[in-house]
């Protein structure tokens, strides 16, 4: 079946640099690609995603890239805020009758962002 | 509006006890998820139903049992609970069984004394 890779583990980042979480699958059929942001007490909000006729895709501060060759996908955050402080969370799924759009989630990424 | 919502937010009860957990989407979804995340935050998938039928069904000891008397509503009910229970407990929703955003609840943290 479908495993997803997540690296860094955590990640400490100064308020205005970016953060940069990196993402690996092993399936090939997969071809959709959601992050979800998890503040604490809370359950995982979904921040972006992207579909495998794409290579890019932008919202505001944030953009993921997809790799399709090499089988991996990033998050980038521009001017990180004390605000995009959370766990974030990389998936895969493949859109077939057998899967059911099922999610493998990666094993998550706590970001700090210092003041 | 709570788009997911799940009842209880807490739940404290005692090795060997019977529990249900409660799930709503007024998302007008048709497919609806239960995840466990552990300690370690690791999110993992138990069940999933499209339109009341189940269609993703994990490897889950069958003391787990869920149920979805409509479209809107999951259930999940575990029977004699067991210490490796203890985590928190996602339910999740998605307008269609396939590669669709999934929107999540707030969780039910579950602890077994």
């Not at chain 1, 060759?69 to 605000?83: D, G, M, R, V």
Request: hydrophobic share 30%; glycine share 6%.
């Amino acid at each position: 079946g479908e495993n997803v890779e997540q690296h860094p583990s955590t990640l400490s980042v100064q308020e205005g640099d970016s953060a940069v979480i990196k993402c690996t699958y092993s399936d090939s059929a997969s071809n959709y690609f959601p992050w979800y942001k998890q503040e604490l007490g809370k359950g995982p909000q979904l921040i972006i995603d992207i579909r495998s006729n794409v290579g890019e895709k932008k919202d505001q501060r944030i953009a993921v890239t997809l790799n399709k060759t090499a089988k991996h996908f990033s998050l980038h955050i521009t001017e990180t805020q004390p605000e995009d402080s959370a766990v974030y969370f990389c998936a895969a799924s493949k859109g077939t009758t057998d899967s059911w759009g099922k999610f493998q989630f990666g094993a998550g990424t706590q970001v700090v962002v210092t003041p | 509006d709570t788009a997911v919502s799940q009842t209880p937010k807490y739940l404290v009860t005692q090795m060997g006890n019977d529990k249900s957990i409660k799930c709503e989407q007024n998302l007008g979804h048709d497919t609806m998820y239960w995840y466990k995340q552990d300690s370690k935050k690791f999110l993992k998938i138990m069940f999933s139903y499209n339109n009341k039928e189940l269609i993703i069904n994990e490897t889950v000891p069958n003391r787990f049992s869920p149920k979805s008397p409509d479209k809107a509503h999951l259930n999940l009910h575990i029977n004699s609970l067991e210490l490796g229970d203890s985590a928190v407990y996602f339910c999740a929703s998605s307008q269609v069984a396939g590669n669709q955003p999934q929107h999540f609840g707030d969780g039910t943290r579950l602890s077994i004394l």
